[in-house]
């Protein structure tokens, strides 16, 4: 059964809504278990079916190397959110954060997204992946104005929606465009004749702005900053990295899939909006005081250095983004961790906030160090590996000045990222900060995180195996 | 021909990996708790090695009794991609040279170890001293076993480093901090050449591998670096309109890298001031191991420096030159460790040499350089862990304030003659040996005055060898301490006796049927080297004997006559002076001060442009933020038609 895993999370999140009926508000401490657990089975099941290919469903639904790659990171992201999110839902903290509770619905919901995605990645027809998008982006609004009684995260949500529909909106328009045009639902390559038609050419446009909106690439961006800032530092995360994701996944569908090839005569677009992005991110991060707005515009600009692998359409630029992806979720989420840590126990965000860090709590300020680095693209950390194999990608597709853009957007991020590992490490502390206690859930997820991120900076063999699964796929 | 095997050669990789498995332990278990303990794990892991190694020579040798020696890679591990066709594998390389190299690491060092535990038992941080030991070790191993030019330069730096933290060990002292940097600069200089060397053996290796290349080799392969084919064709391959070959530069270049580890003139500086470093690190590092690495090299890379000729001739004429340069200055320095450096740099002269005169038709100078590296292994780390035990009892380092310890120090004193007798080339004494076959080489190979050298060396190393044995031993004690004089515990006297035994028997061994280029051969004594050899080495003796025997008086009054000219002498011929000459007078005035003040203010005023608009464009950006949603929604619908643009544009 090759929907095994969907249908995995599909029970779990069921089971975690019945359970939660059941049970009064101390024993709801077992929720976050249930969904860790239900995650790695469902991760189990996946790693068991080894990349392989296959279709159900009618054709709508089928399973490839590079989509399981996808649901890799899927499942990884989530499982990640659930380590990082339970210390929060659960009131293992030092400050109390009001309006933070409803745990099984949270788990649901968050589980409902990684389904989405999920589903996502396997579509094979245009009903299929309008749906399982919307699935996936819904229930991050949800997520967003969690805090229900807190403005900011209310705002943040509102935004969230209006913009999230209009972009829903658009690509709804530009799907109904195509199926107009072509007369399939199908999610097969497209004749290139339709390449003459101006309405295709709207119909591209709209959903590229839909692509743009998910991995926020400027001037799509614009809803990332207050979103990230006003929703609860795990949400953050999450939604900094695996709806990311599900952006990159839409976007394979449709250019792999759909306009199999076409990218390729776009290279010069992809590459303008590319800069674009990264530059403006990189900049505007440089003058931010919220930690999690900052992060948001680290974010942006790592979206940039991500759609580099579409430049020219290569196929080298596959394997790239999905490496890249996986290092990125790795390193981000280390580095979210910490925050999530940080904000749990003092309540704080800003970036002043963690001055001293590094003489209370030197191991969590060395681990946030090393994924701020990785982030930078500092070797021998996997973030640099990752960028160098985007960065060959465009100098492969001829796109020099892109690499030199890139290479002094690093530049300029390094000088941002230094300036926490400057708070944590330069500053003093306050004279009355104390050592933070940590739970043994974070503090071993922290190390898990560390530990893999530097991993897959020195052994070659992940990339490897990305690169050949999906190179072979690619050239079926 | 059948491949060697067996269970250790299948498992040659454990050789480095157990120094290094303790290397850690040691340093980040073991150490915390008890700096004893940290010396009984490393001395034993050690020793494990070093049983390993034999029973791997003895495994190896007696599968291939009379044949061709092969080489086998029993473990590889691909490390770095570049790109398809240019790859870098870490891996162990077993062949006779590695393995003697092994054997030699391995057994030295762990007597020294063994020595360790007691020399440094008051010292409150031998945690830290084994545990650098021990990554030295580890360094070497990897270094010797190295299969291609890449992972013999990452373990030479490797090497590097750990001499660098162990001359710098009583960090307290400002001396031997200086020296440890000294020793760091200087062959990290040399080792820029090494480096350039490589990168252009790469280049060019490369470019040939796709049409010379075999199938489990890679570029920067020793075994494809070195074959005839590749060879030939790098030697008639020029840079630009330039006369000399790329092969020629090449050599000359990873040359300049030997010449630092192993301390050749004009980049020795180093390797006197290095005995700042406990006496254990000098005896292991600074005269058994590390500085035989530049040797090792050029062995490894024999064929290439053949096939070049002029590069050969370099390694020839440089180590001889150091071989007398060196014994020259022995002879007038004071410390007692000093003086066993410079006999060091003085032997490392001889091994160079003797691979200079080796030809591929005469390959009797390179078994007999490996044969010279192999016996002064043994007799030149007993010359200083014996030292380290005179030091130990009388706590000076001049011979001037010792005198008199035969009976006071008498199992150390015999392991001290045992050694100078042998370093002295005394028949029949390991040195004895070794020198009479690097002679015979370079009177084969047809270098007459190399050989003469060589044969004036020999004298002069009687000489000053026994210069410091008369002096430190014979006489009245000439020193202040006044406390008894203790023999050293049996912990270190037993790694002495096993050195001494060594030094005596080293010698017999039949390094002609182990080591050798070509055919095998049987060394005979070659008597018309032997025996003006052995007369020059008891006349040595004897004006030692005249000169020093009675508190150096006599001497005292030569050192008057002698006047000016023994005093630059004395001074090492003012070449410290003169580096510092040029580094400070010319390099820092008149290159370091220009660049220093263009970076101060061109560089630096660059970067804090660039800093000041990266952030003006942030400050200014950031204002796109309004938060209004309706303005985000603006933007995005700006950005879809954009995109329009840009598909008309491109698709139209």
């Keep these: 059964m090759i929907f095994l895993p969907e249908l995995i999370v599909v029970v779990c999140a069921v089971a975690i809504l019945l359970t939660d009926l059941w049970l009064d508000e101390r024993r709801r401490v077992i929720l976050a278990p249930m969904a860790a657990i239900g995650l790695v089975v469902a991760m189990a099941s996946l790693i068991i079916s080894v990349p392989q290919n296959g279709l159900t469903l009618g054709g709508r639904f089928s399973v490839d190397p590079v989509g399981w790659w996808f649901k890799v990171f899927f499942l990884l992201s989530g499982l990640i959110t659930i380590l990082i999110s339970l210390d929060l839902l659960d009131g293992r903290v030092g400050v109390r954060m009001r309006g933070i509770g409803f745990r099984g619905e949270y788990y649901t919901v968050l589980l409902a997204t990684i389904l989405g995605m999920m589903v996502l990645v396997s579509a094979r027809d245009l009903i299929t992946l309008y749906v399982s998008l919307e699935l996936a982006t819904m229930p991050l609004f949800v997520l967003t104005a969690w805090r229900r009684d807190d403005a900011q995260s209310g705002e943040a949500g509102m935004k969230y929606v209006i913009f999230g529909a209009m972009a829903s909106a658009c690509m709804l328009y530009g799907l109904g465009l195509l199926y107009g045009l072509t007369g399939s639902t199908a999610l097969t390559a497209i004749d290139r004749q339709l390449a003459n038609m101006p309405a295709f050419w709207l119909a591209t446009a709209m959903l590229v702005a839909g692509i743009g909106f998910k991995l926020t690439i400027v001037p799509f961006h614009f809803w990332a900053a207050d979103v990230y800032q006003g929703a609860p530092a795990p949400v953050t995360a999450y939604l900094s990295v695996a709806s990311k994701g599900a952006g990159l996944a839409f976007a394979f569908q449709i250019l792999y899939r759909w306009m199999d090839g076409w990218i390729a005569d776009a290279a010069v677009g992809v590459a303008v909006f590319a800069a674009l992005t990264m530059t403006l991110g990189n900049t505007v991060a440089i003058v931010q005081h919220n930690i999690k707005r900052f992060m948001a515009f680290s974010a942006i600009s790592q979206a940039g250095y991500l759609v580099m692998g579409f430049v020219g359409g290569l196929p080298e630029g596959i394997p790239a983004m999905l490496f890249y992806l996986l290092v990125y979720a790795v390193t981000n989420l280390a580095v979210f961790a910490c925050i999530v840590w940080f904000s749990n126990q003092t309540g704080k965000e800003q970036i002043e906030d963690y001055r001293g860090l590094a003489r209370t709590n030197p191991l969590i300020a060395l681990t946030m160090m090393l994924g701020l680095f990785s982030l930078a693209g500092i070797p021998p950390l996997s973030g640099f590996v990752g960028k160098f194999f985007l960065f060959s990608v465009a100098s492969k597709a001829g796109f020099h000045w892109l690499v030199a853009v890139a290479a002094v957007n690093s530049t300029i991020s390094l000088y941002y990222y230094l300036r926490i590992v400057r708070q944590m490490y330069i500053e003093p502390a306050d004279k009355d900060s104390t050592r933070l206690p940590i739970t043994p859930t974070l503090a071993a997820t922290l190390m898990v995180l560390s530990a893999t991120q530097l991993l897959m900076g020195i052994i070659p063999s992940l990339y490897e195996t990305i690169s050949s699964q999906t190179l072979a796929w690619l050239a079926r | ?652």
């Design chain 2, 1 to 652: 021909m059948t491949e060697p095997a067996g269970i250790v050669l299948k498992n040659a990789w454990l050789i480095p990996a157990i120094p290094l498995a303790s290397f850690v332990l040691v340093g980040l278990v073991v150490r915390p708790l008890s700096r004893r303990l940290a010396g009984i794990v490393a001395t034993a892991a050690i020793f494990v090695s070093a049983a390993m190694a034999w029973i791997l020579a003895w495994e190896y040798f007696s599968a291939t009794p009379h044949g061709e020696p092969t080489a086998v890679i029993p473990w590889t591990f691909e490390w770095l991609r570049y790109q398809t066709g240019l790859t870098v594998k870490l891996g162990v390389l077993v062949d006779p040279l590695s393995i003697l190299l092994m054997v030699v690491v391995t057994t030295v060092s762990a007597l020294v170890h063994l020595y360790s535990i007691g020399y440094m038992h008051d010292d409150e941080g031998s945690g830290r001293f084994f545990t650098w030991m021990n990554l030295f070790t580890f360094s070497m191993l990897g270094l010797v076993v190295a299969p291609n030019i890449v992972q013999m330069y990452v373990f030479w730096e490797l090497v590097g480093v750990s001499s660098f933290l162990l001359i710098g060990y009583y960090y307290q002292k400002p001396s031997a901090v200086a020296a440890s940097n000294k020793a760091f600069i200087v062959t990290r200089f040399a080792d820029l050449g090494f480096m350039i060397g490589i990168l252009i053996l790469g280049f060019y290796g490369f470019r040939l591998f796709s049409e010379l290349g075999d199938a489990g080799l890679q570029p920067f392969d020793f075994a494809f670096l070195t074959s005839p084919a590749v060879l030939e064709r790098l030697a008639t391959m020029h840079l630009g309109t330039c006369d000399i070959s790329i092969l020629t530069l090449s050599m000359v270049l990873v040359f300049m890298g030997a010449a630092g580890k192993s301390a050749m003139f004009p980049l020795h500086i180093w390797l006197p001031d290095a005995m700042e470093g406990p006496t254990p690190v000098s005896a292991l590092i600074h005269a058994a191991t590390m500085v035989v690495a530049g040797v090792y090299l050029v062995a490894r890379l024999f064929a290439a420096f053949a096939a070049s000729g002029t590069a050969l001739m370099v390694v020839a004429y440089v180590g001889a030159f150091t071989c007398l340069f060196a014994a020259i200055i022995g002879l007038t320095q004071d410390d007692i460790k000093r003086v066993l450096a410079f006999s060091t740099l003085s032997q490392l002269g001889y091994m160079m040499f003797a691979l200079g005169v080796a030809t591929v038709g005469h390959p009797l100078g390179y078994t007999a350089s490996m044969f010279h590296l192999f016996t002064h292994a043994f007799f030149k780390s007993l010359l200083f862990l014996a030292a380290g035990a005179v030091i130990h009892a009388v706590h000076t380092n001049n011979i001037w304030e010792m005198g008199g310890l035969v009976r006071k120090l008498p199992i150390t004193h015999a392991t001290f003659l045992v050694a100078t007798l042998a370093i002295a080339g005394i028949w029949p004494l390991a040195g004895f040996f070794s020198k009479d076959e690097i002679l015979g080489a370079a009177l084969d190979g047809g270098h007459p005055v190399i050989f003469a050298v060589g044969l004036l060396v020999a004298g002069l190393t009687a000489l000053y060898m026994f210069r410091i044995y008369f002096l430190t031993f014979w006489g009245k004690f000439r020193g202040m301490v006044t406390d008894p004089v203790h023999e050293v515990p049996a912990l270190m006297r037993v790694p002495l006796v096993i050195l001494a035994v060594a030094s005596i028997v080293a010698g017999f061994v039949p390094m002609g049927r182990f080591v050798r280029i070509g055919e095998e051969h049987h060394a005979g004594i070659n008597l018309a080297v032997a025996i003006p050899a052995s007369i020059l080495a008891l006349i040595g003796i004897g004006l030692a004997w005249i000169l020093y025997s009675a508190d150096g008086r006599r001497a005292a009054q030569c050192t008057v006559r002698m006047g000016a000219f023994y005093t630059v002498i004395k001074q090492k011929f003012y070449i410290d002076e003169a580096y510092l000459f040029v580094t400070r007078r010319i390099l820092f005035r008149f290159v370091a001060r220009p660049i220093a003040w263009f970076d101060r203010h061109v560089v630096d005023g660059g970067v804090n442009l660039s800093g000041w608009i990266a952030r003006t464009t942030g400050s200014v950006l950031r204002h796109l933020q309004t938060g209004q949603v309706q303005v985000y929604g603006v933007w995005f619908v700006g950005g879809a038609l954009l995109v329009l643009l840009i598909l008309w544009a491109g698709w139209r």
